[in-house]
């Protein structure tokens, strides 16, 4: 009986040594990733994981996990199959996986991981999206060489392209910035007309929208000094007989004048100013009364982007109240 025991388990030892055999060791062969790739950053939420076949292995255990192998908060999968894909939706973090080969015997127990991110964002097409300009105006006129540009923000885009050039073609770029942010600055040296342009992009779905495009002029010279015309130096003025008292022509780079009165000849400050378009006043409309006595008084331009000229000679009159 003994003996019968004994051959028995030898033959059962036996078998269980050629069945290894039979089985190949795959317990130093490593599962080849294909994606998603090491390093990858997306937007996209739903992910195909693959990878290579390993001939000898008749199933695989795939495993998820945040933020890493090394650290690992949460095992987001862990699962055998037999096939070399799956698909899963996952939300934006930090994720690492690698895939284990799996027979009858023996495990690969040497394996490459690779880490990924999924962000928040927008992948949207903005290819249809139409960007807005704010500042400066189409057409701007200004005096100050330091400029800011802006534009609305646009939902979906990553980044926004913006160029400044001298020209309408854009021939050639003054200036090209590839930014964040809905404003960028600048300063400029020469005078003349300048077209700024904007466009946005997401660099996820490698869609851009049209340019849109503004201009704006530089103008850092002051207007012609106006020319006082009515009343001569030293004039006497009856105030309640006459319509218009005080009479001034500007250059046509002007469009407004500032009319100042003052009661001390040199003074530093007028008693009275007015900014107006019209080149004539009536003193009986102004806001203060000036009492009966001596007076001085001038003009100056402004032009379109701010620049204001010098003073013309100044005037006295003699107001004299009826």
Do not use: H
């Not at 997306?42 to 495993?63: H, I, K, M, N, V």
């Not at 540009?149 to 090209?176: K, N």
């Amino acid at each position: 009986m003994k003996t019968r025991l004994f051959i028995l388990l030898l033959i059962i030892t036996f078998f269980a040594q050629c069945a290894d055999v039979l089985v190949p060791d795959i317990s130093e062969e490593e599962i080849m990733l294909i994606s998603p790739g090491d390093s990858l950053q997306t937007l996209e939420r739903s992910l195909s994981f693959t990878w290579e076949e390993l001939e000898d292995a008749t199933s695989y255990e795939l495993q998820i996990v945040t933020p890493s192998f090394d650290a690992i908060n949460t095992v987001v999968m862990d699962t055998i199959t037999e096939s070399t894909f799956i698909s899963l939706d996952l939300n934006p973090g930090v994720y690492e996986w690698q895939v284990i080969g799996v027979n009858e015997a023996f495990s690969t127990t040497c394996c490459d991981s690779y880490q990924f991110i999924i962000l928040e964002g927008d992948n949207e097409d903005v290819s249809n999206s139409v960007i807005e300009l704010v500042a400066p105006a189409d057409g701007a006129c200004q005096m100050d060489t330091s400029l800011t540009f802006s534009w609305e923000a646009l939902s979906g885009a990553t980044q926004y392209v913006f160029q400044l050039a001298s020209s309408t073609t854009f021939a050639t770029i003054l200036e090209a910035k590839e930014l964040t942010t809905t404003t960028t600055s600048t300063t400029l040296d020469d005078e003349g007309t300048y077209y700024w342009r904007v466009r946005a992009e997401n660099d996820f779905t490698q869609t851009f929208s049209d340019w849109r495009t503004r201009n704006f002029t530089l103008d850092r010279t002051a207007p012609t000094v106006p020319e006082l015309t009515f009343p001569l130096d030293m004039d006497t003025l009856f105030v309640d007989m006459q319509e218009t008292d005080l009479v001034w022509d500007s250059s046509t780079d002007a469009v407004e004048d500032e009319l100042a009165i003052y009661d001390i000849l040199g003074a530093d400050t007028p008693i009275y100013s007015l900014v107006t378009t019209d080149f004539s006043i009536d003193l009986d409309t102004i806001s203060i009364n000036l009492p009966e006595g001596s007076y001085f008084w001038s003009v100056s331009s402004i032009d379109k982007a701010g620049n204001q000229s010098e003073e013309a000679t100044t005037r006295s009159f003699f107001l004299k109240l009826e």
